[in-house]
């Protein structure tokens, strides 16, 4: 992607500089251009002056505004309680940890000069970051009764199936014509110890850089739950037709 294409990146954005970050582009039309793994902030900002284009939008999975001291933030109540039926609940997220204080996906904004107000749609002056969280994205967007099991457990392996299924749903993303999604989907069809750890972060981002994507040329899509004051999170809204109630 050259330095005049627009890009719209999803970061799969790990709290400290030592784990996987997943990060994805894909370009103006939503095709993916390219993904992959970082750790380091610097890496990031290498990943993205090379395959990035002008940045839009970048959609992070990560805490990005977190003004309180204690407890869990409103969008962090919101969105578990718009989705608690699908079996999906946020982590709270507060500044008596060190990691949000300041969280990282904060400082990079800041490195990058990314806005981070969700009444911003982004533009090539003007880019913007929001925070996304995949597991509600893939419930609203995919239209699920439930999460999908694909962060562990034993049905980790059918849960990373039925994901790479669901992404290749998602036409903008043209994924048949990447072959770097060819090799992820060989990895998928036939993991060997470890593959799928290796993996996770990455697919994550595909889905956070179509959100980002989603932000600019379908805002509708999408809603935001808490406030730019309180922080907060850019989910589609759950499936129009409830699941039936479960008891644990």
């Not at 050259?2 to 030592?18: I, P």
């Not at 911003?120 to 999460?147: I, K």
Request: negative net charge.
């Amino acid at each position: 992607m050259t330095s005049t294409q627009r890009g719209f990146v999803g970061l799969d954005l790990a709290w400290g500089t030592k784990a996987r970050t997943g990060i994805a582009v894909v370009d103006d039309s939503g095709r993916l251009v390219r993904s992959g793994v970082v750790r380091t902030n610097d890496e990031i900002g290498e990943w993205l002056a090379s395959n990035a284009g002008d940045v839009i939008v970048v959609a992070v999975d990560a805490p990005l505004i977190v003004p309180n001291d204690s407890g869990q933030r409103r969008c962090e109540t919101e969105i578990s309680r718009a989705f608690w039926r699908y079996k999906i609940g946020a982590h709270s997220s507060n500044r008596s940890r060190p990691q949000f204080d300041p969280p990282r996906a904060a400082t990079l904004a800041e490195r990058f000069g990314w806005a981070v107000d969700p009444a911003s749609r982004g533009s090539v002056e003007t880019p913007v970051c929001v925070e996304v969280y995949p597991h509600p994205a893939m419930v609203g967007l995919f239209g699920l009764a439930e999460r999908i099991l694909y962060k562990s457990g034993p049905t980790r392996a059918d849960g990373f199936a039925q994901l790479v299924r669901e992404l290749a749903s998602i036409a903008e993303l043209r994924l048949a014509d990447s072959s770097r999604w060819a090799e992820l989907t060989a990895i998928v069809a036939d993991p060997r110890a470890g593959d799928l750890t290796r993996i996770e972060d990455e697919l994550d981002a595909i889905l956070c850089a179509h959100l980002a994507w989603l932000w600019h040329h379908r805002r509708d899509a999408l809603q935001v739950y808490g406030s730019f004051e309180d922080g907060y999170i850019v989910a589609p809204p759950p499936p129009s037709s409830l699941p039936p109630l479960t008891r644990s």
